[in-house]
T-cell receptor, first 114, second 119 residues
């Protein structure tokens, strides 16, 4: 069964450093998403991406965040200057179309900011 | 904006018994989709079951079924013949079906319910 692949599985970074989280969505999917889950809390939407541009973003997705699909297969989330409160699990997801399809989620990247 | 509420932070069930997890949501839309996701300790998000709001028939997937009450905006998950592998956090989620709507495409999650299965 096709999978969404995320790397790395765990990343530790110093506060103020830039991090790039990487995702390879399922190849024939058209919609891509990033979600965040702070430990023990609910999953929160960050951003959706379609046709090489952001289609929607949440209030969490401020100027410190950016997304990119640099080569037609990877989908990246960059955090420019990490804060302690950015420590969370970050999930990439993709969907073939909107509609009744649930997304396929990746296994997540655990980001720890120290 | 849509909201999803799971009022049971924790539930427990004996192996082989049945358990029901509750979810309510608030929306002004008439066309949408609802989902239950399972998150085991590995933290992978696994789709359990989905329901289209325009369908009156409740969705079922093997031991998992839903009770969808559109007027009451309620979407509960029933797990029959519970197994130890069902132990996980369960999230209810909402997705608009409205093309171009502000929430089009994104999932709005509830707070989650931790399910413990006792042998």
């Amino acid at each position: 069964e096709p999978e969404v692949t995320q790397t790395p599985s765990h990343q530790v970074t110093q506060m103020g450093q830039e991090v790039i989280l990487r995702c390879v969505p399922i190849s024939n999917h058209l919609y891509f998403y990033w979600y965040r889950q702070i430990l023990g809390q609910k999953v929160e939407f960050l951003v959706s991406f379609y046709n090489n541009e952001i289609s929607e973003k949440s209030e969490i997705f401020d100027d410190q965040f950016s997304v990119e699909r640099p080569d037609g297969s990877n989908f990246t989330l960059k955090i420019r200057s990490t804060k302690l409160e950015d420590s969370a699990m970050y999930f990439c997801a993709s969907s073939p179309l909107s509609g009744n399809y649930g997304y396929t989620f990746g296994s997540g990247t655990r980001l720890t900011v120290v | 904006a849509q909201t999803v509420t799971q009022s049971q932070p924790e539930m427990s069930v004996q192996e082989a018994e049945t358990v029901t997890l509750s979810c309510t949501y608030d929306t002004s839309e008439s066309d949408y989709y609802l989902f239950w996701y399972k998150q085991p300790p590995s933290r992978q998000m696994i789709l359990v079951i989905r329901q289209e709001a325009y369908k009156q028939q409740n969705a079922t997937e093997n031991r998992f079924s839903v009770n969808f009450q559109k007027a009451a905006k309620s979407f509960s998950l029933k797990i029959s013949d519970s197994q130890l592998g069902d132990a996980a956090m369960y999230f209810c989620a909402y997705r608009s079906a409205k093309a171009g709507g502000t929430s089009y495409g994104k999932l709005t999650f509830g707070q989650g319910t931790i399910l413990t299965v006792h042998p």
